[in-house]
């Protein structure tokens, strides 16, 4: 069975650092593609990215670029998101997401989910 | 960047009836190589995280009910429920990965009349 299990609820302040996980399991974790999509309270999705855990190739949305890291460690079939100083509109549930491609290297959409980490920054 | 529009932005339908949601592209997701639209729809229950319901405009998941259905193509794309049921109440989220960034509707809040 496919598997996306994120890491726990996040309360932080303004400014702190944070660094959230996604692990798989049930198949083979580097020759997927994982996304991570923000929603914030009461709206709707946001693609942020996505990372190949294989190579730790990684490719941004220009809104969110500059502003996370995504990154993988295959070894332990895990993929991040993190921030290095975060701000209030930071608040949202970010969800982890495997992406299937196809044969020409094509995204094609999201079958598996986690369950989803909630972020909360506020002084 | 596409960008993804769907109508309405919320409906109220009375069980057992009929729901049709549209999904506008600002242009033609259709790739002419496989003749695939990269259009998914996807389903979120309040508290949880969405599900794919539906890949390619038109193509099921494994384990949804056969009353979802999706049709259209290049730019217009329609997800019809056959019969209304109450575990239906949900957003409804259309997406396109033909050109990066992926992007996604803006949802459609179903509920019961």
């Known amino acids: 069975e496919v598997q996306l299990v994120q890491s726990g609820a996040e309360v932080k302040k303004p400014g702190e650092s944070l660094k959230i996980s996604c692990k798989g399991s049930?198949?083979?974790?580097?020759?997927?593609?994982i996304a991570w999509v923000r929603q914030m309270p009461g709206k709707g999705l946001e693609w942020m990215g996505v990372?190949?855990?294989?190579?730790?190739?990684?490719r941004y949305s220009p809104s969110f670029q500059g502003q996370v890291t995504i990154s993988a460690d295959k070894s332990i079939s895990t993929a991040f998101l993190q921030w290095s100083s975060l701000k209030a509109s930071d608040t949202a549930m970010y969800y982890c997401?495997?992406?299937?491609?196809?044969?020409?290297?094509?995204?094609?959409?999201?079958?598996?989910w986690g369950q989803g980490t909630l972020v909360t920054v506020s002084s | 960047d596409i960008v993804m529009t769907q109508s309405p932005d919320s409906l109220a339908v009375s069980l057992g009836e009929r729901v049709t949601i549209n999904c506008k592209s600002s242009?033609?997701?259709?790739?002419?190589?496989?003749?695939?639209?990269?259009l998914a729809w996807y389903q979120q229950k309040p508290g949880q995280p969405p599900r794919l319901l539906l890949y390619?405009?038109?193509s099921r998941e494994s384990g949804v009910p056969d009353r979802f259905s999706g049709s259209g193509s290049g730019t217009d794309f329609t997800l019809t429920i056959s019969s209304l049921q109450a575990e239906d109440v949900a957003v409804y989220y259309c997406?396109?990965?033909?050109?990066?960034?992926?992007?996604f509707g803006q949802g459609t809040k179903l509920e019961i009349k």
């Open positions: 997401a495997r992406l299937k491609v196809d044969y020409s290297g094509s995204y094609n959409f999201l079958d598996f």
């Open positions: 049930g198949y083979n974790f580097p020759t997927y593609w």
């Open positions: 990372v190949y855990p294989g190579d730790s190739d990684t």
């Open positions: 242009r033609s997701i259709l790739y002419s190589s496989n003749n695939k639209n990269y």
């Open positions: 390619w405009a038109s």
């Open positions: 997406q396109q990965c033909y050109s990066t960034p992926c992007s």
